[in-house]
């Protein structure tokens, strides 16, 4: 039940905005084998003068941060790292434009139709 944030700069994307919320889908259930499904990821692009990036960065430059439950293996999360890199490549986004970042909270930090997640079946395995 990852929540997922995309930021970037304003202008790159252009009408494809659909498609780079799909492709940070697509390397979600690769990398955290959740159900594709389990859908919650927002884009927010800001004007240019409204952030600033490492030297060197491009345009496309994107903080990708995704807060999930606590339990997934390294493997899980170089699996989503890479899985990342691969889904937004076809974009154009080059490897050192994508920038990760994993907030993990325990289950019962999270709650779902007024229940701690930790008592909601999910229907999937977040130690993977």
Known sequence: MPYTRIETRRGWIGERRQDVIEAVQRALCTGL??????????LTEYDADALIAPPGRGPSYMVIAVTLFSGRS?????RLYRALVDELAPFGVPATDVKTVLVEAPREDWGFRGLPGSEVELGFKVEV
Not at 74 to 78: D, G, P
């Open 33 to 42: 084998l959740i159900p594709e499904t389990d859908r919650c990821v927002f």
């Open 74 to 78: 390294l493997e899980a999360k170089r």
